[in-house]
C-alpha cells in the first residue's frame, strides 16, 4: 500500500468519488471549490486507486476537516480505510494541527468511533437527504 497526496483533484480520486457518492449513493452536489484548495489523499495498491479522501482547513469550524472519505467497491472489508485513515491523521499530527472534524454519513458513524472520532453535541443534519453528523478527533492536548 502507498499513499499519495496531490494538491489537485487527481483523477483516480475523481473516479472513486464518482463511483461512490454519484453512482451508488445518489448524490448530485459531489465536486465543489473545496476541492480547488485541498489536500487530496488517494492510497494505491500498485497502480490501483483504492481510496480517496481530502483535508482541509475551515475556518468557519476553525478545525482541519477530512471529507469525501471513500473506497472503491473492491477495497471495502479488507482494513485498507482504517489504513488510510491512520495514515491521514498521522499527517495531521506531523503537521501540528491540534483537532480534526469530520461530517459523517449517520450510518457509517461507527467506522469513525473505531477511528478514536466521537460525536460532536450538534444535531443530525441532512446533505441531499443523507443524514450527517460532526465528529471530532483531537490530535494535540494543549
Given amino acids: 500500500m502507498e499513499l499519495r497526496l496531490f494538491q489537485d483533484l487527481p483523477e483516480e480520486a475523481r473516479a472513486i468519488r464518482q463511483a461512490v457518492f454519484v453512482e451508488e449513493q445518489g448524490f448530485e452536489e459531489e465536486f465543489d471549490d473545496v476541492d480547488k484548495t485541498a489536500t487530496h489523499v488517494v492510497v494505491f495498491d500498485g497502480d490501483q486507486a483504492l481510496g480517496t479522501c481530502r483535508f482541509f482547513f475551515d475556518a468557519g469550524r476553525d478545525s482541519y476537516v477530512i471529507g469525501r472519505f471513500a473506497m472503491d467497491k473492491e477495497a ?67
Avoid at 495514515?87 to 469530520?102: A, N, R, T, Y
Avoid at 477511528?115 to 443534519?125: A, L
Wanted: charged share 35%.
Fill in 76 to 142: 471495502r472489508g479488507r482494513y485498507i480505510a482504517s489504513y488510510m485513515m491512520e495514515s491521514v491523521l498521522d499527517i495531521l499530527k506531523f503537521m501540528g494541527v491540534p483537532k480534526v472534524e469530520l461530517a459523517a454519513q449517520q450510518r457509517v458513524e461507527n467506522f469513525y468511533k473505531k477511528n478514536g472520532f466521537i460525536r460532536t453535541d450538534e444535531e443530525v443534519f441532512d446533505e441531499e437527504g443523507c443524514p450527517h453528523v460532526w465528529m471530532r478527533q483531537v490530535l494535540k492536548k494543549d
